[in-house]
T-cell receptor, first 110, second 114 residues
């Protein structure tokens, strides 16, 4: 079945540092891939997505590329801010469900 | 639009008690679902619905019931709460549940079962 393996946290960074969160997946067929973000005390919201191989999703300075050959969808941001402190979830779509990774907690210090 | 709303925000139950978690959406979405979030495990699907009158089980359905009498509402019922059901519960909705579409999540209900 479908599964997502996500880099374990927590990750603590200084402001303006480079952030990478690794995500690899196992899936049948051609799923879409997503990054969702959960800010403290809130629900999940979509950060970015990619619906086919070699697509790059981007939003708020974050990027991720759908790599079918390495079954990966790593999240990157070149210069993080304190406001990026959150839990980040990698997910892939199946029939009527999303399969989520365990989540990575990111804390950015000023 | 309010999007996806959930009530209550927080609830404490004793083992064996029953309760209903409410979920409503005002986006006219056909697809709705319930997930539970546990530390180190991400979110896991409990039940989902692809339209009024149609529901199906997800990966962790035991101990939970759902029904979908209207497009807007999708309540989750715990018939006899157990400590293992202590979790954060998220409701989500989408146009059809298709593989390419974005799901919209509510703010969550934090449940503690003693």
């Amino acid at each position: 079945g479908n599964s997502v393996t996500q880099m374990e946290g927590p990750v603590t960074l200084s402001e303006e540092a480079f952030l990478t969160i690794n995500c690899t997946y196992t899936a049948t067929g051609y799923p879409s891939l997503f990054w969702y973000v959960q800010y403290p005390g809130e629900g999940l919201q979509l950060l970015l997505k990619a619906t086919k191989a070699d697509d790059k999703g981007s939003n708020k300075g974050f990027e991720a590329t759908y790599r079918k050959e390495t079954t990966s969808f790593h999240l990157e941001k070149g210069s993080v801010q304190v406001s990026d402190s959150a839990v980040y979830f990698c997910a892939l779509s199946g029939k009527y469900k999303l399969s989520f990774g365990a989540g990575t907690t990111v804390t950015v210090r000023a | 639009n309010a999007g996806v709303t959930q009530t209550p925000k927080f609830q404490v139950l004793k083992t064996g008690q029953s309760m209903t978690l409410q979920c409503a959406q005002d986006m006219n979405h056909e697809y709705m679902s319930w997930y539970r979030q546990d530390p180190g495990m991400g979110l896991r699907l409990i039940h989902y619905s692809v339209g009024a009158g149609i529901t199906d089980q997800g990966e962790v359905p035991n101990g939970y019931n759902v029904s979908r009498s209207t497009t807007e509402d999708f309540p989750l019922r715990l018939l006899s709460a157990a400590p293992s059901q202590t979790s954060v519960y998220f409701c989500a909705s989408g146009n059809s549940g298709g593989q390419q579409e974005t799901q919209y999540f509510g703010p969550g209900t934090r449940l503690l079962v003693l």
